[in-house]
């Protein structure tokens, strides 16, 4: 089986501080049309396409639609696809809302969010990974303990492709003067308390003091989608 991580060199071993615009470079040189990117269009993910943009003319950018974006994610995803010309491609689950409602029961989220993430979100995500031979995401380190030790280029073991992370050592702070200083667009919600924006049904404002993803399914302890450990 062909596992382009034997034969990747470059940068697989891009020390901490390596420029993301490098790492981004360096990635589609490497990779060329076997590399695409996704976004939830976070803050992280506003700044990555801003970077990729620059690096690529026609940059491939996916992002999954579950189906229960909040209406801001949407506009955001407009006004980014105008700002740089990009026609973002949706990945959806193989079952609609409906359908899922039908063979599972209503709000699957609620009793079993796990498998509502595998059915939207991660099960698209391996469908599409498999097309490529890396993919870019925007994590950080700091976001939760299974991004803690996230590199800037490494070896994807769940979905067995290259992972790209350009901002895997940078701070929500590094993160927002970025935006700042390059006046980027982002989701307004962030300015009414929604730090980390997911599925509307599993997100809610976050209270003063409380961490970054607090509002992501904060009935359970559930910290991650799954698309990243
Ligand atoms: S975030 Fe919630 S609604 Fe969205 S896929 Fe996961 S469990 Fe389902």
Do not use: Y
């Given at each position: 089986m062909y596992r382009p991580w034997e034969?990747?060199?470059?940068?697989?071993?891009?020390p901490?501080?390596?420029?993301?615009?490098?790492?981004l470079r360096w990635a589609s040189a490497r990779f060329g049309?076997?590399?695409?990117?996704a976004t939830g269009f976070g803050p992280e993910?506003?700044?990555?396409?801003?970077?990729?943009?620059r690096v690529v003319e026609s940059p491939q950018i996916f992002y999954l639609d579950t189906g229960f974006l909040f209406s801001e994610t949407h506009e955001l995803r407009e006004r980014l696809g105008t700002r740089y010309g990009i026609e973002f491609e949706r990945v959806e689950p193989e079952l609609s809302v409906d359908a899922q409602a039908?063979?599972?029961?209503?709000?699957?989220?609620?009793?079993?969010?796990?498998?509502?993430?595998?059915?939207?979100?991660?099960?698209?995500?391996?469908?599409?990974?498999r097309d490529l031979d890396a993919?870019?995401?925007?994590?950080r380190r700091d976001q939760t303990p299974s991004r803690a030790a996230s590199r800037p280029v490494e070896w994807d073991t769940k979905f067995e492709l290259v992972k790209i992370n350009p901002l895997a050592t940078w701070s929500s702070g590094d993160v927002w003067s970025y935006i700042q200083e390059h006046d980027l667009p982002y989701n307004?919600?962030?300015?009414?308390g929604y730090p980390s924006i997911?599925?509307?049904?599993?997100?809610?404002?976050?209270?003063?003091?409380?961490?970054e993803r607090a509002g992501r399914w904060s009935w359970t302890a559930k910290v991650e989608c799954g698309l990243h450990g």
């Open positions: 034969a990747i060199g470059g940068l697989t071993d891009a901490d501080g390596t420029d993301p615009i490098e790492v049309d076997r590399v695409a990117m993910g506003v700044v990555v396409v801003d970077m990729l943009s039908s063979r599972f029961g209503d709000q699957l989220w609620t009793r079993e969010p796990d498998r509502c993430c595998s059915l939207r979100k991660v099960v698209p995500l391996r469908r599409r990974l993919w870019i995401t925007s994590i307004v919600l962030h300015d009414s997911g599925c509307t049904n599993c997100t809610r404002a976050v209270q003063s003091g409380e961490a």
